[in-house]
């Protein structure tokens, strides 16, 4: 029988609320994005995502080896997939991910799907910004997407935006 099992991590952005189906991560977010979050079923260090986290934060893991479980359509996943191809310290615009798929006009619908990103920082969706550069809709809000990208840059003074 499947197992799912959640619970909230503490990290240096506040808490999140990550949620597993059979050890796979299908959600994690932002408590304060997301009050409706469930209450936790296991203790937050029994969890690898919590470990995994918190040598991102860290600066020593790079959260890109986890096993996910992203629930979406099959464009979603194509989405979702280019993002964790982004380097930890650069962004790409929505735009440039529209053309990689194949898709040059589908920059709203490639928007769409990142909005709906239920995996957050594992599926940085934090690294999209607007053709112009400009930070844009980010669920966490833009004060943490804005954190996120100065600390893995920081984290990385080899690679720039």
């Given at each position: 029988?499947p197992?799912l099992?959640?619970?909230v991590?503490?990290?240096?952005?506040?808490?999140?609320?990550?949620?597993?189906?059979?050890?796979?991560?299908?959600?994690?977010?932002?408590?304060?994005?997301?009050?409706?979050?469930?209450?936790?079923?296991?203790?937050?260090?029994?969890?690898?995502?919590?470990q995994?986290?918190d040598?991102?934060?860290?600066?020593?893991?790079?959260?890109?080896?986890?096993?996910?479980?992203?629930?979406?359509?099959?464009?979603?996943?194509?989405?979702?997939?280019?993002?964790?191809?982004?380097?930890?310290?650069?962004?790409?615009?929505?735009s440039?991910?529209?053309?990689?798929?194949?898709r040059?006009?589908?920059?709203?619908?490639?928007?769409?799907?990142?909005?709906?990103?239920?995996?957050?920082?594992?599926?940085?969706?934090?690294?999209?910004?607007?053709?112009?550069?400009?930070?844009?809709?980010?669920a966490?809000?833009?004060?943490?997407?804005a954190?996120l990208?100065?600390?893995?840059?920081?984290?990385?003074?080899?690679?720039?935006r």
């Amino acid at each position: 029988m499947p197992s799912l099992t959640n619970t909230v991590i503490e990290t240096p952005l506040g808490a999140m609320h990550a949620m597993l189906h059979d050890q796979r991560l299908v959600s994690l977010r932002f408590v304060d994005q997301h009050p409706e979050a469930a209450l936790p079923s296991v203790p937050a260090e029994a969890m690898p995502v919590a470990q995994a986290l918190d040598a991102y934060f860290q600066g020593t893991g790079t959260l890109s080896h986890s096993p996910l479980h992203p629930e979406g359509t099959p464009f979603q996943q194509a989405v979702w997939t280019l993002l964790r191809g982004i380097p930890r310290g650069q962004t790409c615009s929505y735009s440039e991910i529209a053309h990689r798929l194949g898709r040059p006009t589908a920059v709203r619908a490639v928007a769409q799907a990142i909005a709906r990103n239920p995996i957050h920082l594992f599926i940085p969706c934090h690294r999209v910004v607007g053709a112009d550069g400009q930070l844009t809709g980010f669920a966490g809000g833009l004060w943490r997407k804005a954190w996120l990208l100065a600390f893995e840059e920081a984290a990385n003074p080899s690679v720039r935006r």
